[in-house]
């Protein structure tokens, strides 16, 4: 392929001018020129002390093509290709705050084994029923085994922040449970208004609600009833 340098006329339609490189009347290559993100170089021209750039050797490093019609020379570079259907626009949309099916079905198992155990711990301290370690230890074991199924079905973040807020709940329970089994254990007898206005009830009893809220809505909303 012929290498031509157009005249000066051209000059800013189709050379890279480079000023202020050099004042040597040489047309000798001086250097070369690369492109950020493309492979290869072009080399650079001194010519009455302005530096330049072969149109043709700039035309494949931008990978372009050159036509011309008369003395008119167009460089044709190739187009940003738009996003397809496979690789969608990524925007700075929030993200989706559904549950999936599979969370929302172990969250409310979850809830329900919650539920239970503060029912008959309650019901006990209320009736004065006997308190023992086996009494609760089933309640334990299973609301522990269906928080682990709840964190196996996480698959959004939804899913996930609501999964916090339901291990917040098993842990306050857990708490109260241990409160009134040490305080059975050290006074063999707990007044069966023990849990009234107890702030800790109180807690588990705002965040069940909360949560129940969330599962009838079917999406993430933090009240703060259960942090």
């Known amino acids: 392929m012929r290498k031509t340098l157009l005249p000066s006329v051209l000059i800013a339609s189709f050379f890279l001018v480079l000023p202020g490189l050099g004042m040597s009347q040489t047309t000798q290559p001086t250097g070369t020129i ?11 021209l ?5 530096s330049y750039v072969d149109i043709e050797a700039l035309a494949r ?8 019609s008369g003395n008119e020379i167009t460089l044709t570079l190739p187009s940003v290709p738009a996003a397809t259907a496979s690789e969608p626009v990524r925007t700075n ?6 549950f999936s099916k599979d969370f929302l079905k172990a969250g409310i198992e979850e809830m329900s084994v919650i ?27 299973q609301a522990t085994t269906n928080l682990r199924l709840v964190f196996v079905a996480i698959s959004t973040d939804s899913d996930r922040n ?3 807020l339901l ?3 098993l842990s306050n329970m857990q708490k109260l ?8 254990k050290n006074m063999n007898y707990v007044p069966r208004d023990a849990l009234k206005g107890d702030s800790l009830d109180q807690k588990i009893l705002s965040c069940a609600r909360s949560l129940a809220s969330m599962a009838a809505d079917g999406q993430f909303h933090n009240d703060g009833s259960c942090d």
Do not use: C
């Open 162 to 164: 609501a999964y916090q």
């Open 177 to 184: 449970s241990d409160k009134i089994m040490v305080a059975h």
């Open 46 to 50: 001194l010519i009455d002390g302005k």
């Open 115 to 141: 539920r239970e155990w503060r029912s008959a711990l309650l019901n006990a301290v209320q009736n004065g029923y006997p308190l023992t370690d086996d009494f609760v230890v089933g309640y334990q074991n």
């Open 61 to 68: 490093l931008l990978s372009g093509s050159l036509t011309s």
């Open 93 to 98: 949309q929030p993200a989706n705050s559904e």
């Open 34 to 44: 690369r492109v950020s993100g493309r492979p290869g170089q072009a080399a650079i």
């Open 167 to 169: 291990s917040n709940e």
